[in-house]
């Protein structure tokens, strides 16, 4: 039961690994991977809309460029905005919680109100708001999801902050002499690195999926980056005949918040196996 | 007497909140480089009548002033007038409320019907085939982008099929509101043909919205399952001979219905969230298309007037969720 | 149910006073002719003197009349509310008789008076088509002489003053007057009720939805057979669903510029037929003259090499659109038939750009989102230019965004692919009123001055010979041309949908078909 247990877990483990590692590659041999690499902004109008076939995997879009090679480039954007994205989220969060968790002051209050207001509204709604504001741009996009999404981490760093505060080696270090900084950066934070890295693992899933949604909705980056959020948006004029404009990105936005989803999953149980696995 | 202290501290805080948030929206809303007047005024139209619009909205004072101007008008109950629409900005949301309640309704029944029994047969057979496949599905059904998933049903069950519309909510006319619930307004009136058609319509926006939901669901069920399951308390339980049956029905089941229900309130809210996109697919005239709207067209009062609304509405639900909690589980405080 | 109706205020307007609940069922029952428009334009104010555009004309074309009307391909001026015209030989007082017996929907006859409350209406809320008429009357300068006579008196020569009468659409002075409020010119209630004379009324009104209109008897111009009876006009924004609405039925008509894969599909089904038509729409690129290097001709001339015109109008559009070499669309007069535009040659772009003197610098285009034919063109530029050595770099923003830029020469993008559609037709639309350089910050949103086209432009305007004004006009095309102040693309086709419900239609670019009166439905 138990090594069947394991297994599972591992499965998680082991796919996400695989899916995030084969995102992670797609990115980096773009270019020798794709057979039109020219696509990015060329394309060959004689060949617009053409299906899956031999030269083309995935068929072609509205322009006639190839939907497999501009897949393969969309996965740096899709890597470039995640990380960045979530990275931010995680220089505001991070210290906020840290603070407001450690401090019992009238600021510590304050901090986690100012969070709350954040998660106060669908994030994704602010996130269109802000990125409609700035413009159409991957770094106003960048800028719209950290912007949001900071108040997940400031939460999870706050609460687990405040349930260590009470403990014994914490206590010591403070009875020691060490400076709150110190404390909080060499005790304090240790302990939660997990959880951090769990949840930014599950939040670079989110972020994939808002900027996608972003991109959606026409607030991403403008035409001809392969932007997957946008590939779908523009295919929908020509549906249903050309089915696999809409498919394959959906596809792969799929895969790779799944491989996030289960990497993270998978960490949460193998760095802290005292919490019980959510599914 | 605990309880009734924290849920009035929720509440005291939730004007400040509020007030923050409508901070936020404005500045941002505000720093747009777009010019709602201009937009207003039409393509075609000279600047001296940009500059009258600009006065009549008064979009021409400081920043700071408006956004006084803007609290003490809404702390009076006026939210002002939707520049896009030009009607009261309230009425706007009160007449666009009860379509997106409706499909919010509609998907989260669905989402628990499916989700909770999933759930926990999901945890009694843990580990069979069955409670892989289910946790398939809840990984996929996270993972879908939303609007990925209404445009691939959109071609399967409209387009290739001819099951169900593509989009919309009726065809044309809906019935005079009642309630504003269409298929509670058709049958209110025994019209049975109009009650099928808005299901119709409702389906695939349904579905939609109710498989993260679901995912949701499942997750938090089986967790709360298989934590009771391996409790010293059932273990006891057993122990004393009860039959299993037993056990399961009366205490694992209801044990972890209790900390499901507690997460529908949050699942609600994430639902109202999801509605914003999904209904731009769908043209679904709720709250969510005309947040949309409001914001591409730069419609400052409509935009803020939609995000205090929600963040009521946000704020109200986690309030219940804490009492729901509090009542119903006091172990969890 | 009155209550039900007031206490959410769901339903906007329920006009004309008979409350039926269930039009559809109860119209089919009695045999009367259905037409549904699927629109893909919000019909959000239905006051015709707020708005001026293409995606809501249908609301003014049916429910209302002006003095004169525009039919027919190409489009024609006739009389419509007014019998006849007198104008002095200045040019200045133009004086209409109206026809007798008009009668609003109400049934209070239309006077003299409606037209100058009309046009105080229109200048007073300073909305819609204000500036066609603000340079030229002056407020208090409109006069009914007697009920049957009304006389404008214009500040200075006008030559298209009766072509833009088109946009003076006549509302219910008596009507509009007992809901104004606060000096709005009865703006909040007539942007969701109806006060006209036109061929339809007005049912039911639902922003989110879309409006319903019935057949007017009352109206002065009599129907012909198999006339539309009840008119639904929806708002349908997706693509798709107005073309599975078409094949299913569930629509009779819709937007006529679809992509040509979906004109394919619906004519496939067999359900629909199409009426071709030249539209005047043209699309180009406006470019910002304001910011070097656009403002050094060969690289403007450069550009308008690196388009690939054929790829664009012929693979990308499917051929469902005409190369226009320059603004004015070619089956308008003042259009010369020999004009010769520029062409895809990447030697002769590079050539241009040698001899640009101003620094180059990377070229931004600003494509309407929203819009995959702006996004496409714009694509096809900038691949075009790479080619060439140009770097260029788009950026897709709403409309929303895009047009306050238009007026501000500094935050203007350099180039924004667009249309220009047929507000009235006269090349003025075209010429004066997008190249004039009086018109910074209302129609020139390229800041183009160029003396020549100003005169050739103001010259046109004063005199009111077609004849005379032609040359002019012909001139203005070359010389836009030469100095590549736009790149200009292509005319636009109009493949309108039809039902099998539907025996004939009319088109007039101005509208296209959604002016009901001319439909012929099979009774």
């Given at each position: 039961m138990r090594a069947l247990r394991r297994l599972m877990r591992d499965r998680a483990l082991v796919t996400g690994t695989v899916i995030v590692s084969a995102l992670v590659l797609a990115a980096i041999f773009a270019t020798p991977l794709a057979n039109f690499p020219s696509h990015v902004t060329g394309f060959d109008p004689a060949f617009r809309l053409k299906p899956p076939g031999e030269v083309f995997w995935l068929g072609t879009d509205r322009m006639g460029a190839d939907l497999y090679s501009r897949l393969l480039f969309g996965a740096r954007l899709t890597i470039l905005i995640s990380v960045t994205a979530t990275l931010v989220a995680v220089l505001i969060g991070v210290p906020m919680g840290l603070i407001a968790g450690y401090f019992d002051r009238w600021y510590s209050d304050l901090l986690m109100r100012i969070s709350d207001v954040f998660l106060a509204v669908p994030q994704i709604v602010l996130a269109i708001a802000i990125a409609q504001t700035l413009g159409p741009a991957i770094q106003n996009v960048i800028l719209a999801l950290s912007a949001t999404y900071w108040p997940f981490w400031a939460r999870i760093v706050y609460a687990e902050t405040r349930s260590l505060r009470n403990e014994v080696f914490i206590e010591a270090a403070i009875a020691m002499g060490a400076s709150p900084l110190r404390v909080m950066v060499l005790h304090v934070l240790p302990s939660i690195a997990s959880s951090i890295i769990v949840r930014t693992t599950i939040g670079m899933g989110a972020t994939i999926l808002a900027a996608a949604s972003l991109g959606f909705l026409g607030l991403g980056a403008p035409p001809p980056t392969p932007e997957w959020g946008r590939m779908i948006a523009e295919s929908r004029e020509f549906l249903p005949q050309a089915w696999w404009y809409a498919t394959a990105p959906g596809i792969a936005i799929l895969l790779v918040v799944m491989g996030f989803n289960l990497l993270g999953d998978g960490l949460r149980d193998a760095i802290d196996p005292r919490i019980r696995r959510g599914s | 007497m605990r309880l009734l202290a924290l849920a009035l501290r929720r509440f005291l805080w939730m004007p400040p909140t509020l007030l923050g948030l409508t901070l936020i929206v404005f500045s941002v809303s505000h720093v747009i480089p777009s010019d709602p007047a201009r937009v207003l005024a039409?393509?075609?139209?000279p600047q001296e009548q940009v500059e009258a619009l600009r006065r009549k909205y008064g979009l021409d004072k400081p920043l700071p002033q408006q956004f006084v101007r803007y609290v003490t008008d809404v702390v009076s109950g006026n939210m002002g007038v939707s520049l896009y629409t030009q009607r009261p900005v309230a009425t706007d949301l009160v007449e666009r409320l009860p379509a997106t309640f409706e499909l919010a309704l509609f998907a989260i029944t669905l989402a628990v019907l499916i989700g909770l029994p999933l759930g926990v047969v999901s945890a009694l057979y843990r580990n069979t085939w069955l409670d892989h496949g289910v946790r398939l599905v809840t990984i996929a059904g996270l993972a879908m982008a939303a609007f990925w998933l209404a445009i691939l049903l959109q071609l399967l069950f409209s387009m290739q099929w001819n099951l169900t519309p593509v989009q919309g909510r009726i065809d044309g006319w809906g019935p005079d509101p009642i309630t504003g619930f269409y298929t509670v307004d058709a049958l209110i009136r025994g019209d049975i043909e109009t009650f099928l058609t808005s299901l119709r319509y409702l389906f695939l926006p349904m579905i939609t919205l109710a498989i993260p939901a679901m995912a949701t669901i499942v997750r938090f069920t089986r967790a709360g399952v298989l934590n009771v399951m391996n409790s010293n308390f059932v273990f006891y339980q057993a122990a004393m001979g009860l039959p299993r049956r037993v056990v399961i029905w009366k205490y694992i089941l209801r044990a972890a219905l209790i900390g499901t229900l507690t997460q529908i309130g949050l699942v609600f809210g994430n639902l109202l969230a999801g509605a914003v996109v999904v209904e731009t697919v769908f043209s679904w005239p709720g709250l969510g298309t005309y947040a949309y709207n409001s914001i591409l067209q730069s419609d400052y009062n409509a935009i803020m007037g939609f995000t205090l609304f929600t963040g009521s509405v946000f704020i109200g639900m986690n309030l219940l969720v804490d009492i729901a909690q509090a009542v119903l589980d006091p172990r969890g405080r | 149910m009155s209550q039900s109706f007031g206490s959410f205020g769901r339903r906007g307007a329920l006009a004309g006073g008979t409350a039926l609940s269930l039009f559809g069922a109860s119209a089919e029952a009695a045999g009367r002719t259905r037409y549904i428009t699927a629109n893909n334009n919000p019909y959000d104010i239905l006051d015709p003197h707020q708005v001026f555009d293409i995606g809501r004309i249908a609301i003014r074309l049916n429910m209302y009349d002006a003095l004169v009307r525009w039919v027919d391909n190409p489009p024609k001026l006739e009389m419509w509310l007014a019998e006849k015209v007198d104008i002095s030989a200045d040019g200045l007082v133009y004086t209409f008789t109206l026809r007798p017996g008009v009668k609003f929907h109400d049934g209070s006859p239309l006077t003299a008076d409606d037209v100058v409350y009309s046009m105080e209406r229109i200048l007073g809320i300073k909305?819609?088509?204000?500036g066609l008429f603000a340079d030229v009357v002056k407020p208090?300068?409109?006069?009914?002489?007697?009920?049957r006579t009304v006389r404008f008196t214009l500040n200075k020569p006008f030559a298209v003053f009766q072509a833009v009468l088109s946009e003076l659409w006549v509302v219910n002075a008596k009507v509009v007057k007992s809901h104004e409020k606060d000096g709005d010119w009865g703006a909040e209630w007539l942007t969701r009720n109806e006060a006209g004379s036109g061929g339809y009324r007005l049912r039911r009104f639902d922003p989110a939805i879309g409006f319903q209109a019935e057949r007017f008897e009352g109206h002065f111009m009599p129907f012909g057979k198999g006339a539309v009876d009840d008119a639904d006009f929806r708002v349908s924004m997706e693509t798709a669903t107005r073309v599975l609405g078409m094949i299913k039925g569930e629509f009779t008509t819709t937007d006529g510029y679809m992509p040509a894969e979906q004109v394919q599909r619906m004519k496939e089904s067999g359900n629909v037929w199409f009426k071709e038509a030249e539209s005047i729409r043209t699309f180009y690129f406006i470019m910002n003259h304001a910011k070097a290097p656009m403002n050094d001709v060969n690289l403007r001339r450069a550009i308008s090499c690196m388009f690939d015109y054929e790829g664009f109008n012929n693979n990308i559009l499917g051929g469902t659109v005409v190369r226009n070499p320059g603004i004015i669309p070619n089956p308008m007069w003042g259009a010369p038939k020999d004009l010769k535009g520029y062409s895809y040659d990447i030697d002769k772009a590079k050539w241009y750009l040698a001899q640009v003197k101003e620094k180059l610098r990377t070229i931004q285009i600003g494509a309407m989102a929203g819009y995959p034919q702006s996004e496409q063109a714009a694509q096809m530029l900038q691949a075009g230019a790479a080619k060439a050595g140009l770097d260029i770099k788009v950026v897709a923003e709403p409309y929303t965004t895009i047009a306050p830029k238009l007026d501000d020469p500094e935050r203007a993008h350099d180039l924004v692919p667009l249309w220009r559609s047929a507000y009235f037709a006269d090349p003025h639309n075209w010429t004066g009123f997008l190249?004039?350089?009086?018109?910074?910050?209302?129609?020139?949103?390229?800041f183009y001055k160029n003396p020549r086209i100003d005169e050739l432009t103001d010259a046109a305007l004063v005199i009111t010979d077609q004849e005379k004004r032609r040359p002019l006009y012909e001139e203005v095309s070359r010389i836009l041309v030469e100095d590549a102040v736009g790149l200009f693309v292509n005319n636009t086709k109009f493949y309108g949908p039809y039902g099998k419900g539907v025996k004939s239609v009319r088109f007039c670019p101005i509208g296209d078909t959604q002016d009901l009166r001319w439909i012929e439905m099979n009774t």
């Open positions: - | 039409g393509e075609n139209a | 909305k819609g088509a204000y208090g300068t409109t006069k009914a002489v007697d009920p190249f004039n350089s009086k018109n910074f910050k209302s129609g020139n949103a390229s």
